[in-house]
């Protein structure tokens, strides 16, 4: 099967791992990680942080830092914004819920690294966004003491999306 992001079985495979790496820093990091719902959210797109650098963001939101993980990922690419569909300048849940695929009858043994997991609010307008990081286990970042290594399903889930495909 086509990738609609043109990548191959192996570019996307590795652009998962990268994803996991992006995600896990965060959370070593998480004391240097501020929460905010501000414009500073965008910082890790705004100034090129990178992961295989050891740069994370130091602001953000669980939108903006989970599309940041996938932005760092496919970096390599050089593919337009396939998360919120703003240039990699903007987005928030309801935007992200609009790209990627969906994944039906999301559980651990369904999902990939890098799947994001949406929780609460509607299905058009989540509340909030974790990205799986494998084992059953998500990093949340949805507060001043995050990003957080928690079970996937640690609050009810609205849905999975997938947007490395």
């Excluded at 965060?26 to 910082?43: D, E, V």
């Excluded at 949340?140 to 957080?148: K, M, N």
Aim: aromatic share 14%; glycine share 10%; charged share 20%.
């Amino acid at each position: 099967m086509a990738s609609p992001l043109g990548l191959s079985f192996s570019k996307r495979y590795w652009a998962r791992w990268r994803v996991r790496r992006a995600a896990m820093l965060c959370w070593r990091k998480r004391a240097q990680i501020h929460y905010t719902q501000g414009l500073r959210r965008w910082s890790g797109l705004a100034l090129q942080k990178r992961s295989r650098d050891g740069e994370y963001p130091s602001y953000a939101d669980c939108s903006a830092i989970d599309t940041w993980y996938l932005w760092d990922a496919t970096r390599p690419y050089s593919l337009g914004d396939f998360v919120n569909g703003a240039s990699w300048r903007a987005g928030f849940t309801g935007t992200m819920v609009q790209h990627g695929q969906r994944v039906l009858g999301p559980r651990p043994s369904r999902m990939l690294l890098g799947d994001q997991v949406f929780y609460g609010g509607t299905f058009a307008k989540p509340a909030h966004v974790a990205t799986y990081v494998g084992r059953g286990l998500v990093v949340s970042h949805g507060q001043e003491a995050g990003p957080l290594l928690l079970a996937w399903n640690y609050r009810a889930v609205q849905q999975v999306r997938r947007y490395i495909r």
